[in-house]
Every structure is written in structure tokens, then in C-alpha cells.
T-cell receptor, first 113, second 118 residues
Framework: AQSVTQLDSQVPVFEEAPVELRCNYS??????LFWYVQYPNQGLQLLLK??????LVKGINGFEAEFNKSQTSFHLRKPSVHISDTAEYFC???????????FGTGTRLQVTL | DGGITQSPKYLFRKEGQNVTLSCEQN?????MYWYRQDPGQGLRLIYY???????QKGDIAEGYSVSREKKESFPLTVTSAQKNPTAFYLC?????????????????FGPGTRLTVL
């Protein structure tokens, strides 16, 4: 069975600083990986996804992530964050059939001045 | 505009009452999903449906029921058998893939319903 681990429940960072949100997964088969963002009291919005091909994936709002098969990781990065990036970020892995997603427990990114 | 709507946004119910959460989509998606979100636990799949008149249990289906009589609609009933129903409920939809990398298609999420049982 697949699983996703987001070790950091909260990440505080100053505006314009770089940030990395960590995601590790476990799976015995090929995986498809995703990052979603959730603003307070809203649904989830897809930031980016890795299905195949280049291991460096660029998404919306200046975010990117790198798929590392040997380290089973899919860390999310942004070189310079903005106050508006304050939100909860979820890593997810596709599981088997029926497009089921397994989500991590989320990382709350708090950007301050 | 195409999208997913969930109503109501906030819902209060007394303990022991059944309650139905609405989810409607006009994206022409075949697949629909219900998730439950609790603080610090991420999202957990309750039920999903790949096609009209068919649905499968997710990871935490006990105490919940669904129906899929129309492609556009996938209502969720939280029954009195659900021990701890207070949570944020999210509905999602996607194109139903069939094989290879197209097996997965992006899930689009609704704005959610926050259910509080008093």
C-alpha cells in the first residue's frame, strides 16, 4: 500500500525567503505525485503533478518540485515566498485504480513580514 | 463557469440526526469523491464513484452512505452511526481514466462543507 509522509506540520518563513516543504512516499509500484494547496476554509487546488518525464516539475504561483526516485521524495520549493502563499500544502500519491489519492497530513506554511 | 458546488458551507446538527451534504458538478466528469478532513490528519477518502449508479467504499466509509443517480450529483449522508461526524467535508470530481498515466486525472475540489454536530 502507498503512503505519504510530510514530516513538517508547520513551516514559518519570512517573506521573500526561500522555502522547501518536504514529502516522502512509499510505494512498491510506479507512482504519480501531486502537490495541492488549501487556503483557509476552501477546497484544494492543484499546484503541480509528476506523472512521467522530467523529474523537475514546475507549477503555478512560482512553485516547483523535484521527483527523486532513489530517495522516494517529492519536495516542493519556492525561491521567494509571498505573504499570499500562507496556506496548507498537501502532498498526495496516486494509488492503484480508480484514481484514488492518498494524502499526507499537510504542512502549514506561515509567511510573515 | 464550470466547477463543483457544495452546500451548505456550514451545517449544524444535533447528535443522532442524519444529515445530507450536497455536491454538484457541471464539469461533465464521470468520477466523484468524498473526503473527510480533520486537523492534522490530511484528507481521508469516504466514498467514490466512477460511473452513475455505482460507487465504492473508501478508507473510512462506516457511518456514511452515498448515491449516484445522476452524473452531476453525488450526495453524502452522514448517519447517526458515525461516531465522530464533526469535520470538514470535501467533494471532488475527475475524468475517469482507464489505463497507463491517464489512469490518473486531476481531481477538482469543491469549497467544502463544515459540519458541526452539537
Amino acid at each position: 500500500a502507498q503512503s505519504v509522509t510530510q514530516l513538517d506540520s508547520q513551516v514559518p518563513v519570512f517573506e521573500e525567503a526561500p522555502v522547501e516543504l518536504r514529502c516522502n512516499y512509499s510505494s512498491s509500484v510506479s507512482v504519480y505525485l501531486f502537490w495541492y494547496v488549501q487556503y483557509p476554509n476552501q477546497g484544494l487546488q492543484l499546484l503541480l503533478k509528476y506523472l512521467s518525464g522530467s523529474t523537475l516539475v514546475k507549477g503555478i504561483n512560482g512553485f516547483e518540485a523535484e521527483f527523486n526516485k532513489s530517495q522516494t521524495s517529492f519536495h516542493l520549493r519556492k525561491p521567494s515566498v509571498h505573504i499570499s502563499d500562507t496556506a496548507e500544502y498537501f502532498c498526495a500519491v496516486h494509488t492503484g485504480t480508480a484514481s484514488k489519492l492518498t494524502f499526507g497530513t499537510g504542512t502549514r506554511l506561515q509567511v510573515t513580514l | 463557469d464550470g466547477g463543483i458546488t457544495q452546500s451548505p458551507k456550514y451545517l449544524f446538527r444535533k447528535e443522532g440526526q442524519n444529515v445530507t451534504l450536497s455536491c454538484e458538478q457541471n464539469l461533465n466528469h464521470d468520477a466523484m469523491y468524498w473526503y473527510r478532513q480533520d486537523p492534522g490528519q490530511g484528507l481521508r477518502l469516504i466514498y467514490y464513484s466512477q460511473i452513475v449508479n455505482d460507487f465504492q467504499k473508501g478508507d473510512i466509509a462506516e457511518g456514511y452512505s452515498v448515491s449516484r443517480e445522476k452524473k452531476e450529483s453525488f450526495p453524502l449522508t452522514v448517519t447517526s452511526a458515525q461516531k465522530n461526524p464533526t469535520a470538514f467535508y470535501l467533494c471532488a470530481s475527475s475524468i475517469a481514466g482507464t489505463s497507463g498515466p491517464f489512469l490518473y486525472n486531476e481531481q477538482f475540489f469543491g469549497p467544502g462543507t463544515r459540519l458541526t454536530v452539537l
